[in-house]
């Protein structure tokens, strides 16, 4: 078929041109960039006008993307459009994003429907993804859905920084930055999981809040502790513990770990045999607001070091804990894809070993209901309306 050469004709040929004069000069543009405006146009979905300068990146691969695909684009739910959201937040600060497991999937996964550190019912418009370590990519097991206030109030703060937050709070009896002193200890305790320390400052750490969902711990003593708590919200799981204690490495660490239990079973049986899953693990961090319950926590803790929490968890992941499932991350791959070593900010090497990270995951249950498990700022993922 040849072309007409009409005025019609010639103008739709320099369109054509134009088009792929935009797809070929991508390609010198940065690559991030050019992406993300190419999955925006595959789901159907332009991007935000404020960031689409004429020329640059985004809007080269949205045409690109929408000269490619045209109508036969794929359905935008809304992790489709918290993906998006949270990659453009990204880019536009020159944050590192690990595209191979941050996926619409994974983002449904740390999904929840309160806040862990307030405790309030998150509305969609108050969903926000945070970097648990302010210092690393936006990455799987570094995630958590919070809400935004928590999210703002954090800011870049470090573990013992929002320490220090609750103790400001409790001393003027009201709250610092919108949160109070509770709330305060659980973001403490939610930075520390991904923060690496050494074992006897890891075990003094209260419990105060559990791990989200699929957020990594890179402190195994952590990740013991917080197998023991999910444990006790399970029907049978007193019966698995002592299967657990069978496995300590001789007699003082056993009556150790028996008058932990003996310390945090009474806030178990206080929630209640109608308890539901929320109010239960509620009870249970709370538990680790009381003196005796650490006391007892950091004798048994102490009574092991780093490699003997390793091995014992190492022998809950070959399956010494039937109904449970632990995942164990090999240093090398521990915080892969974390961009460590540049900060999170993206354009640097790869990420810095870290050490064993254990997840505890129920087996046999769905992720929304996962206590304990592998989880910036914003809305850093704030949901567009």
Request: net charge positive; proline share 6%; glycine share 8%.
């Amino acid at each position: 078929m040849r072309w007409a050469r009409g005025p019609a004709a010639l103008k739709r040929k320099s369109t054509m041109a134009q088009i792929l004069l935009d797809f070929a000069a991508a390609r010198t543009e940065p690559q991030i960039g050019f992406d993300l405006g190419w999955d925006h146009a595959r789901h159907g979905l332009p991007p935000p006008a404020a960031h689409c300068q004429y020329g640059n990146a985004l809007l080269r691969g949205w045409r690109a993307g929408h000269a490619c695909f045209g109508a036969r684009t794929r359905t935008a739910p809304r992790r489709v459009r918290l993906w998006l959201a949270l990659r453009l937040h990204a880019w536009l600060r020159g944050r590192a994003f690990e595209l191979a497991d941050v996926t619409p999937h994974y983002l449904g996964q740390i999904e929840v429907l309160h806040c862990p550190i307030t405790r309030v019912p998150l509305l969609p418009t108050e969903q926000s993804v945070d970097r648990v370590c302010d210092a690393a990519a936006y990455a799987a097991g570094n995630l958590a859905m919070l809400s935004a206030q928590v999210n703002r109030a954090k800011g870049g703060l470090r573990w013992d920084q929002a320490l220090q937050r609750a103790r400001q709070a409790e001393a003027g009896g009201g709250s610092v930055d919108g949160l109070d002193a509770a709330a305060w200890r659980r973001l403490a305790t939610l930075i520390s999981f991904v923060t690496p320390l050494p074992h006897a400052q890891a075990a003094a750490v209260p419990l105060h809040v559990l791990p989200p969902n699929r957020l990594r711990l890179l402190n195994p003593v952590q990740g013991l502790q917080a197998l023991i708590t999910r444990e006790l919200a399970r029907p049978d799981g007193t019966r698995r513990l002592r299967a657990l204690a069978a496995l300590l490495p001789g007699e003082t660490s056993r009556v150790a770990f028996h008058r932990l239990l003996s310390a945090l079973l009474p806030r178990r049986l206080e929630a209640g045999q109608d308890a539901d899953a929320l109010q239960l693990r509620h009870a249970l961090e709370d538990a680790w607001a009381g003196e005796c319950v650490n006391r007892s926590w950091q004798r048994f803790a102490l009574a092991l070091d780093e490699a003997a929490v390793e091995r014992l968890l190492q022998r809950c992941a070959a399956g010494a804990l039937t109904a449970t499932r632990v995942l164990l991350h090999e240093p090398d791959s521990a915080t892969e894809g974390w961009a460590l070593q540049s900060g999170g900010w993206a354009g640097a090497g790869a990420a810095a070993p870290r050490k064993v990270i254990a997840a505890a995951v129920p087996a046999g249950r769905g992720a929304a209901a996962r206590m304990a498990g592998e989880r910036t700022r914003t809305a850093d993922g704030h949901l567009p309306a």
